[in-house]
């Protein structure tokens, strides 16, 4: 595939401004917004084996599986959601108007706002463009997508896949560095979506200000899993293993850190090595442990390791990594931070990437208070058969979005809600979120040919007097 220019940063406000004039000359119908899903599916199928290509070339090694389920599968999921449900989520709404406008009714309406820009990251380069594109399309808006420069084969495959699947005038891609991603999240757009981590999304958010442009902001920070004493460490390795090394802990709902319950710490660590073993054995043919994206991302995780064992922290490589072999290629194995203490790096930041501290506690409630004490985190998986377990951690904590005994896979579930809170985003979509974020639920109230309001006029005596009073009164 051969690599697209820039885009200059003077083309991006005539861009925002041919889509906006195209939406306002012609808002897309329910059959529209129907027929460009379908061939926006259409098109991304015939074109799955290139995205797999791409993003492989883009991280030096990605695990095909793991790209279809969190790409493909994630993608086409939910257009298929969005398609069966629109025509229902489209139809006004009928409200209550209240005895004292009565006759009058009252409905609600879902109008599409204009333009709507989405920035995207490199951790999932499709799902993270392509599920808030296919909302705002769904919801009946024109899209500006800005991917990440981080994976520019995949940004450039995006940019071909949408022009074929969309006019110029409906859905356009900037491709550029972070300095274009700066200008972009300044225009003036109707609707802007940004998924990032929480440093950026602030800059996000300052320069979106001045246009008080409305923000979906889903970020990151410190996710935890709390495996309680009750629930068997075998089954949490397992599921922890899973959202923790999918895609080498790229993954922005990934279990940053666990607090276990003291008796079952050694019995968990035992565990994850297994499943580790099991997983990606001595790594010589690991076709399934994806890269770490990038030299800068490397150095990094590299970085907190260095400082875990300065400190003396007891730190686990699950498997064997020659270390030849894992500069060359960059990898890293999945490792285990043991009893860290606030002050290690570990501690003080989200990872991103296949290293898991681990840190043991007494009681529950002091498992609550630690994570209580930080910034509300995007994801929560708790770990206990217990109702009242889950119940007392749910009812003291607040997360983005929360699996219970298990990780991710509410971000799968297309009925429900992704976003974060505080430090880990505001606003959500996915779904019936999604096509509520990106449209204006609009107000009407109609009035009848008759209308006691007629009367509400001066002189307020008699008649007058006592309807206000009684209106008044209630």
């Known amino acids: ?14 861009t925002l401004d041919r889509l906006r004039d195209a939406w306002r000359r012609e808002r897309p119908d329910a059959r529209q917004r129907l027929d460009d899903l379908a061939r926006l599916r259409d098109a991304f199928s015939a074109g799955r084996d290139d995205m797999l290509t791409a993003i492989a070339a883009d991280f030096g090694h990605r695990s095909v599986h793991e790209t279809l389920l969190s790409d493909a599968m994630t993608v086409t999921a939910e257009i298929d ?80 896949l949408l022009a074929n699947a969309f006019p110029a005038d409906r859905v356009a891609v900037a491709l550029g560095d972070a300095a274009l991603g700066a200008q972009f999240s300044a225009l003036p757009f109707d609707h802007l979506v940004f998924t990032g981590s929480t440093a950026v999304g602030r800059k996000v958010m300052a320069a979106a200000a001045p246009n008080l442009t409305p923000l979906t902001l889903e970020l990151g920070g410190k996710s935890p899993a709390i495996v ?70 490397y150095r990094r995780l590299r970085a907190h390791l260095d400082d875990a064992r300065a400190r003396g922290l007891e730190v686990i490589e699950l498997v064997a990594l ?12 999945p490792t285990l931070v043991l009893e860290p203490g606030d002050d290690a790096s570990v501690m003080q930041e989200e990872l ?46 607040l997360a983005g ?24 985003g505001m606003g959500a979509y996915h779904g019936r979120a999604g096509f509520d974020a990106m449209t204006k639920a609009m107000p009407v109230l109609w009035q009848s040919r008759w209308a006691a309001s007629d009367l509400l006029k001066p002189p307020y005596r008699g008649f007058v007097d006592r309807m206000v009073r009684l209106l008044a009164k209630g």
């Open 401 to 424: 979005g929360v699996t219970v005994n298990d990780t991710l896979l509410h971000f799968a579930a297309g009925n429900l809600p992704f976003g974060g809170i505080g430090a880990s």
């Open 81 to 160: 959601h969005l398609r069966g449900k629109l025509r229902g989520w489209m139809k006004p709404r009928r409200a209550g108007s209240g005895w004292r406008l009565w006759p009058a009714r009252a409905q609600v309406r879902h109008e599409a706002v204009g333009v709507v820009g989405v920035m995207s990251p490199w951790n999932y380069p499709v799902n993270l463009a392509l599920i808030p594109l296919v909302t705002a399309i769904a919801a009946g808006n024109h899209v500006y997508l800005k991917p990440s420069e981080h994976t520019p084969r995949t940004s450039a495959w995006l940019r071909e």
């Open 228 to 297: 309680a004493a009750d629930f068997p460490p075998a089954k949490a390795a397992a599921r922890l293993a899973t959202g923790k090394w999918l895609n080498s802990g790229q993954t922005c709902i990934a279990p940053d850190y666990v607090l276990v319950d003291h008796a079952s710490r050694d019995a968990l660590v035992a565990a994850l090595r297994e499943q580790a073993t099991a997983r990606y054995g001595d790594l010589k043919q690991a076709s399934d442990l994806t890269r770490i994206i990038n030299e800068g991302q």
């Open 352 to 397: 991103f990437g296949p290293i898991l501290p681990i840190r043991s506690y007494r009681s529950l409630d002091e498992a609550i208070a630690w994570v209580e004490a930080r910034d509300r985190p995007l994801a929560l998986y708790p770990f206990s058969h217990d109702r009242a377990t889950v119940e007392k951690i749910l009812g003291r904590l």
């Open 322 to 333: 020659d270390p030849v072999r894992a500069e060359a290629e960059r990898l890293i194995a």
């Open 1 to 14: 595939m051969d690599m697209p220019a820039d885009t200059l940063p003077a083309q991006l406000q005539p």
